[in-house]
C-alpha cells in the first residue's frame, strides 16, 4: 500500500468515527439524557479503539494460504478439543518482585511455560518454553477464594488493576487476584512468541499456550484458595471459557465475549481496503474455522452450574457484536447482564460492577458454608 493511499483511508476513517458512532446508537437513543450521551461517548471510544488499534499498525499482509493451513485443520480436528490440550506443566516460580501501582500493591510472578502443542503446530515452530507473566494482589497466608482475571486486546499492563478493580474485590469482597498476562501482549509484548497477528495458525497456538498458561496458574493456586472463579474480557473470553471448561473452577464470567479471534480480526481488517482481501478471505476461510475448532469455547460446557456463569455482554458493541453474547447465553444458559453502552464503555459500567460482585459473593458465600 503507497504512503498516501494508507495516509488517506486512516484520515478517512478516523473522520468517520463519530458518524458511525451516531448511526450505531440512531433508535435507541435520546441525546437530551444523561444517558444517551454517555452511550454516544461510549460508541466513539469504541470506533476510536477500532480505528487506532487497526490502522495504527502496519497494512497487514497474507502470512500464509489455505492450503498451507490443511495439515493443522486435519490434525486438529482429528485430536479434538480434548484431545488438543493435553495437562500442562506444573508451574515452577522463577521469580517474584514486589511492584506497586498507584495505591495498589502487587508481585509479579514468573515462570516457564511449555505447553507441548500438537505435532503441526509444532512443525510451523510455534512449540517451545516461554517466560509466562502472572500479577498477583493477595494478602495474608490464610485460604482465600481467588479471581483469575484474563484481560482482552491492548492489555496486559499494571492498568489492568485498575479495570479489573483488583483493589475493591480484594478489600471489599476479600478475594485474592491473578492476572495473568497473554503471550505478545502488554508486559510481553516485545517477547516471543508474538500473539494476535495475521497468522491464523499463530493465534491458535497462542490462544492454546495461553489457556494452557492459566491452567498452571489456576493449578498452583487451588491449594491456597477456598474457592476459585475464573473470568475473560474479550480476547480472553475464549480464554476463560475454554479454562472453566478444562479445569473445576466456581465460578465463569465472561465481558464482551468473541466468537474467535480470527473472525474478530477478519470483521474489522475492510478498513484497509480490497488490498486486504487475501488475507480476510484467509481468516475466514473453511479451513481455518477447522483450525479453530479446537479454541471454540463456545462449544463446551463450563464446570460450574449454571447459577455460577455470567455473560456480560454490551448493547452497543462495536467490535465483538451482539451475537457472540447471545450464542454463548443460548448454550451456556445462567446469568446475562446488557450494558447499554459499548464494548469500552462496560468496562467502567456501575451495573456491570454489581453484577460482577453479585456472582463473586455468591461464590464466596458458598466457600464458606463449605470449608475444606
Known amino acids: 500500500m503507497k504512503p498516501a493511499e494508507r495516509a488517506w483511508r486512516i484520515g478517512r476513517d478516523f473522520g468517520g468515527v463519530v458518524p458511525r458512532a451516531h448511526a450505531a446508537v440512531a433508535g435507541d437513543w435520546n441525546p437530551l439524557s444523561c444517558s444517551g450521551v454517555r452511550q454516544l461517548g461510549e460508541v466513539v471510544l469504541d470506533e476510536l479503539a477500532l480505528s487506532g488499534m487497526t490502522l495504527t499498525a502496519p497494512p497487514p499482509k497474507l502470512e500464509r494460504t489455505a492450503d498451507s493451513c490443511a495439515a493443522a485443520a486435519d490434525e486438529l480436528t482429528g485430536l479434538g478439543l480434548a484431545g488438543a490440550h493435553g495437562a500442562p506443566p506444573a508451574l515452577r ?42 500479577h498477583l494482589c493477595r494478602r495474608g497466608e490464610e485460604r482465600r477464594p481467588w479471581l483469575v482475571w484474563v484481560h482482552g486486546a491492548g492489555q496486559g499492563q499494571p492498568i489492568d488493576l485498575l479495570f479489573s478493580r483488583a483493589r475493591r474485590i480484594q478489600e471489599e469482597l476479600g478475594f485474592n487476584i491473578a492476572l495473568p498476562v497473554q503471550p505478545g501482549c502488554g508486559v510481553r509484548r516485545s517477547r516471543w512468541p508474538a500473539y494476535p497477528t495475521m497468522d491464523p495458525l499463530a493465534n491458535v497456538a497462542g490462544m492454546m499456550r495461553a489457556v494452557s498458561e492459566v491452567r498452571a496458574v489456576l493449578r498452583w493456586l487451588r491449594p491456597q484458595a477456598s474457592a476459585i472463579a475464573v473470568s475473560g474480557v474479550s480476547m480472553g473470553s475464549p480464554v476463560a471459557g475454554l479454562v472453566s471448561h478444562l479445569e473445576q473452577v466456581d465460578a465463569v464470567a465472561l465481558y464482551t465475549p468473541i466468537f474467535g479471534l480470527n473472525t474478530m480480526i477478519a470483521a474489522h481488517l475492510g478498513r484497509w481496503g480490497p488490498s486486504v482481501r487475501d488475507t480476510i478471505e484467509l481468516l475466514q476461510s473453511e479451513t481455518v474455522e477447522q483450525v479453530m475448532s479446537v479454541v471454540d469455547y463456545q462449544a463446551v460446557e463450563p464446570s460450574p452450574p449454571p447459577e455460577r456463569r455470567l455473560i456480560v455482554g454490551a448493547w452497543h458493541d462495536q467490535m465483538a457484536r451482539r451475537a457472540p453474547a447471545l450464542a454463548l447465553h443460548e448454550r451456556w444458559g445462567g446469568q446475562v447482564y446488557w450494558h447499554r453502552g459499548s464494548h469500552v464503555g462496560h468496562l467502567f459500567a456501575g451495573g456491570v460492577q454489581d453484577a460482577s460482585e453479585r456472582l463473586l459473593r455468591e461464590v464466596s458465600r458458598e466457600a464458606s458454608r463449605n470449608p475444606e
Open 93 to 134: 516460580v522463577g521469580s517474584i518482585r514486589r511492584r506497586r501501582f498507584g495505591r495498589q500493591t502487587y508481585e509479579q510472578l514468573t515462570f516457564d511455560h511449555d505447553p507441548q502443542l500438537p505435532d503441526s503446530l509444532t512443525a510451523e515452530g510455534f512449540d517451545g518454553p516461554a517466560t509466562a507473566v502472572v
